[in-house]
């Protein structure tokens, strides 16, 4: 007969293993949970032929699991094999998340949105970029770009957050000629070359609207004012060389000797001032003949046109009045 002193013993010892199989379990459990304080946006580069237990350092390193040994053991209980890359984590995941996303190669959304805005100049992108690619190196982007004013797309982009200088001229260059391809023909057989079409453009993305018709019937004031002889006096170069406005200009800027003073030089200035939209280039290719040479925006924002200089002063008197 089992004495009670065995049974006691029997108790105790089922008692004392479930509870060290509690304890061990919930150690797997807290050990496999997200971690607390995971950083809001963290990439993590696998180097190919890297070893589980290296990457295992690296990711409790970086606070994406709470534990390496319950990772080793997870990976190599399910024959898991890592696959190599950089890894974007942006939000808590468990161990198996881990794992699942480095067994499959998830890397994550590891790309970049970076809108560069129409009208932008090379600077404007390139301090926009420095900011958001920690490889971006805006100095070699100025130089890799530096006879290409108004020759990089503007557009939304996706980069890689180790993407260049180079990386990201190439990128604004292929969009450029992805847009203008199917304007070629049109091009060619204007009586314009494709620089002076970007250049008169981008100014046409500065001194008009966004609405279409605008753009198109600016362009042909533009155009003809050039054909004819007339000096272009346009105001928006100057934002691009000296950053002022119409309203800041005094008369020493617009006697200026700037290649780029419309009103002191004939033709178009030597670059374009900015990267134009799409809709500005087709504007300035096709533009809209009309009988106007003068055109301003009036205090409420609308473009009013005048066939003579006559015309233009009183639209100035009437809609252009000092606040």
């Given at each position: 007969?089992?004495?009670?002193?065995?049974i006691r013993l029997g108790v105790i010892g089922i008692i004392v293993s479930a509870i060290a199989f509690l304890a061990m379990a919930l150690f797997v459990v807290r050990s496999s949970a997200p971690p607390r304080n995971v950083p809001e946006d963290i990439f993590i580069d696998i180097a190919q032929g890297q070893g589980v237990r290296a990457t295992a350092r690296t990711l409790?390193?970086?606070?994406?699991?709470?534990?390496?040994k319950i990772f080793l053991i997870r990976v190599h209980l399910g024959e898991k094999i890592i696959q190599a890359g950089r890894y974007r984590f942006d939000e808590p995941l468990s161990v198996a998340q881990v794992i699942e996303?480095?067994?499959?190669?998830?890397?994550?959304?590891?790309?970049?949105?970076?809108r560069m805005p129409e009208g932008g100049t090379r600077k404007d992108f390139a301090e926009r970029v420095s900011t958001l690619l920690p490889e971006f190196d805006a100095q070699e982007f100025m130089r890799e770009t530096a006879t290409e004013e108004g020759f990089l797309f503007p557009d939304t982009y996706f980069f890689l957050p180790d993407a260049t200088a180079r990386d990201v001229a190439q990128a604004l260059r292929r969009r450029f000629e992805e847009k203008i391809a199917p304007l070629q023909t049109d091009i060619q057989a204007s009586r314009r070359t494709l620089s002076d079409i970007i250049i008169m453009a981008s100014i046409i993305e500065k001194e008009a609207t966004n609405d279409y018709t605008e753009q198109r019937t600016i362009a042909g004031i533009l155009w003809k004012r050039l054909d004819t002889?007339?000096?272009?006096?346009?105001?928006?170069?100057?934002?691009?060389?000296?950053g002022k406005g119409s309203a800041q200009l005094t008369r020493a800027d617009l006697a200026s000797d700037s290649p780029y003073n419309t009103y002191r030089l004939r033709g178009l200035p030597p670059t374009a001032i900015g990267s134009p939209s799409l809709s500005a280039i087709r504007a300035a290719l096709y533009p809209l003949d009309s009988p106007y040479f003068f055109y301003l925006h009036?205090?409420?924002?609308?473009?009013?046109?005048?066939?003579?200089f006559e015309e233009h002063i009183r639209n100035r008197q009437r809609h252009l009045r000092l606040r």
């Open positions: 007969m089992i004495s009670r002193t065995y409790k390193e970086q606070n994406i699991i709470r534990s390496e996303r480095l067994h499959l190669g998830d890397l994550g959304d590891v790309y970049t949105r970076i002889g007339m000096l272009l006096q346009v105001d928006a170069p100057f934002m691009y060389t000296i009036g205090n409420d924002g609308i473009v009013r046109y005048g066939r003579n």
